[in-house]
């Protein structure tokens, strides 16, 4: 089979190519390298021994993204990572965000109805559930999103069911992160963002190699067991079988299928510290500051349902998640 990969050379793209070569499926990424550098394809050729496609367009070049398709006939299916992806950024620049995400997306999906590809795996969020929705999150709980990036995909989502409900050849699985962390065990590839990091491991990653000063615990006064926000951290390469699994399911079944993509299980922002500090060897430089608006208490998937019907069982825990961070910080191969 041949998989075409948009945000491939991407933390999430480029693990799950890696997966996906091992498996012994065909792989083309798609990038414009916006958050990103083909260096990633590099490294996923010389972890796997095998060869990719690696093509620069951007998703809003409808053109580039045409001749992507009518360039490489016989591309069963579409995994769509390419997007924005900063929560923070999305609020200052939401234009930026709807139209690189949304306008992204319909170019894509036109493309591959013109060229009779109608398999596609979203990366979509756990941001689509809204706020006041108790946890753990079923698939089937209100959506709603307190900011630009997760309305993007609440709205993405909805236009892909729009879609299959409009067109009975269309499958679909629209699979719902949850905190995606760890890199390869090679160190080679792993999350790689522009500047300050965002998200809280990368933020970790730094500070315990002395490139940032401290960790910010944003609040710990919420109503949890030790105050501080809950999550339910992934490994990215857990995370790339949920895709694999996910590829599988729709190709036997038409229309849109929404599932969670987590462990089911949350750990505090203190936990993550203190497991992270146990596995680096060292204590590290941390301040509490005021909760930041938007931040929710606690959030983390029910799993039962990708259990149920992908076979979908997180293999690696909290320990891992953070050795492999680690490493990936650590071999430098995240700076170059
Ligand atoms: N990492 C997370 O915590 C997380 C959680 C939930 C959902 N997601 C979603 O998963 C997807 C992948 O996330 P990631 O962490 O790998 O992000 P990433 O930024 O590492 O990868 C996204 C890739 O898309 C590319 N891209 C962006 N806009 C593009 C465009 N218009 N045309 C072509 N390429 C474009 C970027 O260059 C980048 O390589 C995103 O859609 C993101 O919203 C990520």
Known sequence: MKILLTGGTGFIGSHTAVALLERGFEVILLDNFSNSSPDAADRVREITGRDLLCIKTDLLDA???????????????????????????????????????????????????????????FSSSATVYRADNPVPYF?????????????????????????????????????????????HESGMIGEAPNGIPNNLMPYITKVAAGELPVIHIFGDDYDTPDGTGVRDYIHVMDLAEGHILAMNYIRERKGAWSFNLGTGKGYSVKELIAAFEKVCGKELPKQTDARRAGDLPAAYANTALAKKELGFAARYGIEKMCEDSWRWQITGACRK
């Open 63 to 121: 053109d580039g993204v045409g001749l992507a398709f009518s360039q490489n006939p016989g591309i069963d299916a579409v995994m769509h990572f390419a997007g924005f992806k900063a929560v923070g950024e999305s609020v200052s620049e939401p234009l930026a965000y709807y139209h690189n995400n949304i306008a992204g997306t319909l170019n894509l999906i036109e493309i591959m109805n013109k060229n009779g590809v109608k398999k596609l795996i």
């Open 139 to 183: 698939e089937d709980y209100p959506l709603g999103a307190t900011n630009p990036y997760g309305w993007s995909k609440v709205m993405i989502e909805q236009i892909l069911r729009d879609v299959c409900a409009a067109n009975p050849e269309w499958s679909m699985a629209l699979l719902r992160y949850f905190n995606p962390i760890g890199a």
